[in-house]
């Protein structure tokens, strides 16, 4: 049968590097060990002015392209994920496809989702793949938080760095599906919890400065930047992803032992720890990747699966079972058969 | 669990620090202490005593100690 296939994953990272030691200067309450302690993460990178997210894609997509050898001229879809658009429009994949060079004939759309984004860019390629709308697709995920970020809020700078990821996946002939089963949801009475309350058409770009205001933990935002409600986001997380897994098991008729790993969106040690102990994974099964760049958003999926190959980890035949989670709120998951033919 | 057990897990769990005493009447709201990585560490020791995530909502109107004790109150002895 015609199923897709992920056949190579990289990545790019903005060569900035923003340590804990450097923010505790700025957040003297915190010590860089308490910031690695809370949130997993020693250092994290930040774009430069004038880089956007979608240098870190083409960036991420180059390095894909040329680690999997494949023909540019036969990609036929460009999925690219973002909330940090080059501009209100035109969409930013049609300009990806444009500096990647990719064909005219390829089909290129953005969507626009946070920490769930990889199942549902998997199943949206999968989709295009196995109905014969496209053979060879690039699925480039790539976010750049940190412009929406005040500098004096640690409740987020701490935790978010830009990244980009780019996934080859292709058609190949297989037995059975490589990609699903999958399980969505959403629940946009959270959208208030993890925001960037302007900028869009509801609440323009004013004219003037934005007024800055100071939260009760001494973190200081305007409703120009990104806005975190820490608690509710954990409450959200803790109540809705075991159930997610549990439900998605199910559906796949996967018995735990079964799965080789639990790749978990990123988001930060405190939840990861949280959610690992409370759903019983051993740490075998649960791998983390992090700690070097962040939470990327919707990179953080991606990211950990091209470790698991690039140390040796990952082998044809496993299963893996991908969490996505977060700001909408928005969640999904789905079970990954790892079928590669590229080396890695 | 006793009030003071209780208390006492409080206070360790959001590392309070060791120089400043900390009882019901504690004030937590606008202490530096008292962050957004501490309300989660509150919300997760809520948690071990009462067994489930209580919303978060429950913890926005918190200024002192003792507000956190009324959560849990019918599980403490």
Redesign the interface.
């Known amino acids: 049968m015609r199923v897709a296939v992920i056949q190579a994953i990289e990545h790019h990272l903005p060569e900035r590097i923003l340590t804990n030691d450097e923010l505790a200067t700025v957040y003297p309450s915190w010590t860089a060990e308490k910031i690695f302690e809370k949130t997993g993460i020693r250092e994290r990178r930040i774009v430069a002015e004038g880089e956007t997210a979608s240098d870190l894609a083409v960036a991420a997509a180059e390095k894909v392209i040329a680690r999997s050898g494949v023909d540019r001229s036969g990609i036929d879809l460009l999925v690219y994920c973002t909330q940090s658009p080059d501009y209100a429009l035109p969409t930013t994949a049609c300009i990806i496809q444009d500096r990647l060079g990719l064909p005219t004939t390829t089909a290129a759309f953005d969507f626009n989702l946070g920490c769930s984004a990889y199942p549902y860019g998997l199943a949206m390629v999968r989709g295009f793949i196995e109905t014969g709308a496209a053979s060879t697709a690039l699925l480039v995920m790539a976010d750049t938080y940190s412009r929406y970020i005040h500098p004096l809020d640690k409740s987020v700078r701490t935790l978010f760095g830009d990244a980009g990821s780019a996934s080859l996946i292709t058609v190949a002939e297989r037995q059975r599906p490589s990609l699903g089963p999958f399980i969505f949801g959403t629940d946009g009475s959270g959208a208030q919890s993890l925001i960037v309350p302007r900028g869009g058409a509801r609440a323009p770009f004013r004219h003037e400065p934005a007024k800055e205001t100071v939260d009760a933990s001494g973190n200081v935002r305007s409703d120009e930047n990104l806005f975190m409600d820490g608690p509710a986001i954990f409450e959200f997380s803790v109540r809705r992803v075991p159930g997610l897994v549990a439900t998605l098991l199910e559906r796949a008729e996967l018995p735990r032992s079964a799965v080789r790993y639990f790749i978990f969106h990123q988001a930060s040690e405190f939840l990861l720890g949280y959610l690992q102990k409370k759903m019983a994974i051993p740490d075998a099964q649960f791998p983390r990747h992090f700690a070097h760049c962040g939470n990327t958003v919707s990179s953080t999926i991606p990211i950990v699966i091209q470790d698991l190959m690039d140390t040796g980890r990952l082998a044809r035949g496993d299963t893996l079972v991908c969490v996505g989670f977060g700001v909408g709120y928005s969640w999904g998951a789905n079970v990954i058969r790892w079928e590669a033919d590229v080396r890695s | 669990v006793t009030r003071d057990e209780f208390l006492a897990g409080l206070a360790q769990a959001l590392e309070w620090p060791a120089d400043r005493p900390f009882n019901s009447a504690t004030r937590l ?2 202490d ?6 501490a ?2 560490s509150a ?2 020791f809520v948690q071990d005593v009462v067994g489930v ?1 209580l ?3 429950e ?1 926005e109107g918190v200024e002192v100690a003792n507000d956190l004790v009324a959560l849990v109150a019918d599980q403490l002895s």
């Open positions: 709201k606008g530096p202490a008292w962050d957004s990585v309300v989660l919300m997760t995530i919303p978060a909502t913890y």
